[in-house]
């Protein structure tokens, strides 16, 4: 469990380099060094299998690697998305970290999976999707991913969402190959999609843990990712459109 305590009133690089002065830095703990062991067994490894359990981060690499549990999560926001998108609704999904992974998945499935035919695709449904803390763009996470072992003309979603909006923080382990832009590019110029746009911010929030009482900065936090006035501000534009 945790406990929150204040943070700073604008999350800049001089309010971040106080906050790890002042919290213990978990860039630097066992969490941070198993998810870069995960990925990179799994860009070394290429399909996942059971040997990578032991570097794994357990929520992403059970998505990855179990089938009924992937199918699960997935369905999860299908559930909510497939009404909304029928209904007409502007529709704006923010995702962070594995939410990311199950996003992608649930659009490459909108996209090509025959049945999810009768989603109406005209007009991009999904107008922006804001991705915080995402893991996309790490080689072997892609390569894991719905579209992962696809023909190259059966890759990426398309015509599903308009604008892509990806903002990482500065040390966050799990969006340290920070750009979008780079890793899905073709996607923007095939016309899948309109824009892709990556943004840095610096996560300041800081917590109390209830059972050891330290400060804990952790660049990853949702939090953290939700506080920042980049954030906020996509949201805004998103609302005021």
């Known amino acids: 469990m945790e406990l929150t305590v ?3 009133p604008k999350f800049t690089s001089t309010a971040y380099k106080k906050a790890l002065k002042i919290a213990e830095d978990a860039r630097l703990l066992d969490d941070a060094v198993s998810v870069i062991s995960f990925f990179g067994a799994i860009a070394t490894f290429g399909f996942l299998n059971e040997t990578i359990l032991k570097y794994a981060k357990p929520d992403m690499a059970e998505y990855l690697m179990r089938k009924t549990t992937g199918s699960a999560i997935r369905e999860r926001l299908q559930a909510h998305l497939v009404p909304s998108i029928k209904a007409g609704d502007d529709i704006m999904l923010i995702t962070h ?3 990311c992974m199950v996003a992608y998945d649930v659009f490459w499935k909108f996209s090509l999976e025959s049945e999810y035919k009768d989603i109406p695709r005209a ?3 999904v107008s ?5 803390g995402c893991p996309l ?21 398309r015509n ?25 590019g073709e996607m ?4 899948y999609v309109a824009s892709i746009k990556d943004a840095k911010i610096y996560n300041c929030w800081i917590y109390k843990d209830s059972h050891s009482g330290k400060l804990i900065s952790n660049p990853h936090d949702l939090y953290g990712y939700l506080l ?11 609302a005021r459109a």
């Open 160 to 184: 599903v969402f308009t604008n892509w909006v990806n903002i990482w923080a500065q040390d966050d382990f799990i969006s340290h190959k920070s750009k979008m832009t780079g890793a899905f």
């Open 123 to 125: 007009n991009n449904p």
């Open 137 to 157: 763009a790490e080689p072997g996470i892609r390569q894991n991913l719905r579209d992962g072992h696809q023909q190259k003309r059966d890759k990426f979603p």
């Open 6 to 8: 204040n943070t700073f």
């Open 188 to 191: 923007r110029k095939k016309g």
């Open 228 to 238: 920042s006035d980049k954030v906020s501000a996509e949201v805004s534009k998103w």
């Open 128 to 132: 922006k999707w804001l991705t915080i």
């Open 97 to 99: 970290s594995l939410g």
